[in-house]
T-cell receptor
Framework: DADVTQTPRNRITKTGKRIMLECSQT?????MYWYRQDPGLGLRLIYY???????NKGEISDGYSVSRQAQAKFSLSLESAIPNQTALYFC??????????FGPGTRLTVL | LAKTTQPISMDSYEGQEVNITCSHN???????ITWYQQFPSQGPRFIIQ???TKVTNEVASLFIPADRKSSTLSLPRVSLSDTAVYYC??????????????FGGGTRLMVKP
């Protein structure tokens, strides 16, 4: 869904490097989320934000940080990447309704 | 948060109706039931949501019994393109608690020719 975009789509990095994944949305939604998905498993929530001034930890926030630069932008950072952070990362938004809209995902490989 | 249990996988054939059942014994009064579909290497996509009884849209139907401890997603006349993972989620969509939606392992549906 072009309304939620993620960059980069694929990234290979080395252990110890700092990595930033970016998410932008044109839906005008206040709520944004970062999820991680490992092969064959469901999505796990890393961080979520209700608005620019509100950031909340999800179930697996250790090793990650986020920044909500504007309503439309929500970035996820790995300060010092490690191999077990290799996964598919999804950004999602939600407005006043009940549906979450997901981006296309970023495939991150940490060597 | 209500925990959900779904079958890990299901097989079907083109043209058949597929029913995927999700158990959520600890569902709370304010919780809604939502189903998402995910294709490989894509983000999940909303299919349908309901609170009780039956909900139908152009894609699927959702059946919820009176006790709401389970729900069944029904896909009529599936095609090969319905091969995907289907997630059942339960949460209070009307409050901030709904932001902590939990995706379980989902049901991997394989539709065969």
């Amino acid at each position: 869904d072009a309304d939620v975009t993620q960059t980069p789509r694929n990234r290979i990095t080395k252990t110890g490097k700092r990595i930033m994944l970016e998410c932008s949305q044109t839906k005008g939604h206040d709520r944004m989320y970062w999820y991680r998905q490992d092969p064959g498993l469901g999505l796990r929530l890393i961080y979520y934000s209700f608005d620019v001034k509100d950031i909340n930890k999800g179930e697996i926030s250790d090793g990650y940080s986020v920044s909500r630069q504007a309503q439309a932008k929500f970035s996820l950072s790995l300060e010092s990447a490690i191999p077990n952070q290799t996964a598919l990362y999804f950004c999602a938004t939600r407005g006043t309704g009940d549906t979450q809209y997901f981006g296309p995902g970023t495939r991150l490989t940490v060597l | 948060l209500a925990k959900t249990t779904q079958p890990i996988s299901m097989d079907s054939y083109e043209g058949q109706e597929v029913n995927i059942t999700c158990s959520h014994n600890n569902i709370a009064t304010n919780d809604y039931i939502t189903w998402y579909q995910q294709f490989p290497s894509q983000g999940p996509r909303f299919i349908i949501q309901g609170y009780k009884t039956k909900v139908t849209n152009e894609v699927a139907s959702l059946f919820i019994p009176a006790d709401r401890k389970s729900s069944t997603l029904s896909l009529p006349r599936v095609s090969l393109s319905d091969t995907a993972v289907y997630y059942c989620l339960v949460g209070d969509m009307g409050s901030n608690a709904g932001n902590m939606l939990t995706f379980g392992g989902g049901t991997r549906l394989m539709v065969k020719p």
